[in-house]
């Protein structure tokens, strides 16, 4: 029995990653992923697994499933949220894919327009443009047919993509929010407003927290008159530090010894069109 335990504790350990990015995907909230794969663990132990001809899909359909469901509660609790909701960064500098094929759907502003989808868009989404799972695999773990699942993914992309405009290469990105955080700390409007695109958006995510802003601030101007106008007072005491979180370069920001933000940006040819802050202390502590 012990002998049993190990080996289906070796052959979840092996999968672990993949299972918890795609609950990760699927959830934008690192916590609530590693519950889910918690959940999958215990569920294995209590499984019959001589009846189990591949393990891995087993537990992959198994964390899907979870994650449907789960995502639809989640979305009902975030409806009391205070301010705008962001997903919750996850350190990516060990696995830069998250356990995936390929990095997709996993740069918090992608996760963002994912909240958009349907979670049986959401699943065949992530298990096709990330970890590359064949269709008719897809249509076996969502129980439905593969030309249902093309259709599924196919509107995905469209409704991810259409409101995406091509990215900058990491090296540019991480150039840009250090051009940023250099003008923003000495609150310079001209030089703020050259980094922007002309329909930037600046997004903080703090549950109600003080002096957080609760509405998103839209335009170069007022973008820049915004970063200038918190100047005076957000840098007092901060260090900043560059992590990589979902694929990307983010700032760190630390006062008195403790982690008190994150900040991380989204580029085109256009210049920067998005900043997300994440200053909700429950959503940075994996980055701390």
Request: glycine share 6%; no cysteine.
């Amino acid at each position: 029995m012990t002998e049993d335990l190990e080996q289906a504790a070796a052959v979840f350990a092996g999968v672990r990653p993949r299972l918890f990015g795609i609950a990760y995907r699927m959830l934008s909230s690192a916590t609530e992923a590693e519950d889910l794969v918690q959940d999958v663990w215990l569920r294995w132990q209590t499984t019959d697994r001589t009846v189990i001809v591949n393990p891995a899909a087993f537990l992959a359909t198994t964390t899907t499933r979870l994650a449907i469901n789960a995502l639809q509660s989640a979305r009902q609790r975030r409806e009391t949220y205070v301010g705008p909701w962001l997903p919750e960064p996850v350190d990516t500098s060990a696995d830069p894919y998250l356990g995936a094929e390929r990095g997709e759907a996993l740069q918090l502003a992608t996760l963002v327009l994912m909240e958009k989808l349907t979670p049986g868009e959401r699943a065949a989404y992530v298990l096709r443009e990330a970890f590359d799972y064949p269709y008719a695999q897809i249509a076996g773990i969502l129980q439905s047919t593969e030309p249902a699942v093309r259709q599924l993914v196919s509107r995905a992309r469209k409704r991810v993509t259409s409101e995406r405009r091509t990215p900058v290469s990491a090296d540019a990105q991480k150039e840009l929010l250090s051009a940023l955080v250099t003008a923003a700390r000495s609150g310079n409007l001209s030089e703020l407003e050259k980094l922007f695109a002309a329909d930037v958006t600046s997004v903080s995510d703090g549950n109600g927290a003080y002096r957080v802003a609760r509405q998103p601030v839209v335009g170069s101007v007022r973008v820049a008159k915004f970063l200038a106008a918190i100047a005076p007072w957000f840098w007092d005491d901060v260090d900043v530090r560059w992590a990589t979180t979902n694929g990307q370069t983010s700032a760190v920001f630390r006062r008195g010894g403790s982690v008190y933000g994150l900040l991380t940006i989204s580029a085109s040819a256009e210049g920067i069109d998005q900043l997300l802050w994440v200053v909700n202390p429950d959503k940075i502590a994996a980055v701390s």
